[in-house]
């Protein structure tokens, strides 16, 4: 069985826009470790608070449990590329408004503001990406 699960991952890595989708995810799971990493070390020198590291830290996965439903229909409903991409330009002009507010020292509040927009945002980028693995391989 474990020799069967190997060839078929080997042949689905055969696909080159397969491996891509799977490299972004790899570089995408980094990023979302180091931006974690860095929110709360951020929230925490700001702060001196443990409680709004922990504020910070519902913030920033409630989103996922608020609104992954509504994401997951948008995902599916519009053309997923198009999700995708919208999602990726939002969240990247969210990180880099976070990055200014950061290096501002801007109030806590502004920066939680801009961790749960783009939480929200990013509940829609994973279905429309994991729908479209089986438009990337075959169906074997």
């Known amino acids: 069985m474990a020799e069967r699960r ?3 991952f080997r042949k689905v890595l055969g696909y080159r826009d397969y491996r891509m989708l799977l490299g ?16 709360i070390a951020h929230i925490l020198e700001e702060t001196g608070s443990p409680g709004w590291v ?4 519902v913030i920033r996965l409630g989103p996922y449990i608020a609104f992954g439903a509504i994401g997951g229909a948008i995902g599916d409903r519009y053309d997923r590329r198009t999700v995708m991409l919208v999602c990726d330009v939002s ?20 920066t939680l503001v801009l961790v749960f927009l783009s939480t929200t945002i990013s509940t829609a980028f994973e279905p429309a990406a994991e729908a479209m693995i089986p438009s990337l391989v075959d169906e074997d």
């Open 6 to 8: 190997k060839g078929v």
């Open 24 to 39: 972004g995810f790899a570089i995408s799971q980094a990023g979302d470790w180091l931006y974690n990493a860095a929110l």
């Open 54 to 57: 922990a504020a910070a830290s």
């Open 91 to 110: 969240r990247g002009a969210l990180m880099l408004a976070l990055g200014v507010a950061a290096a501002a020292s801007a109030p806590v509040g502004l």
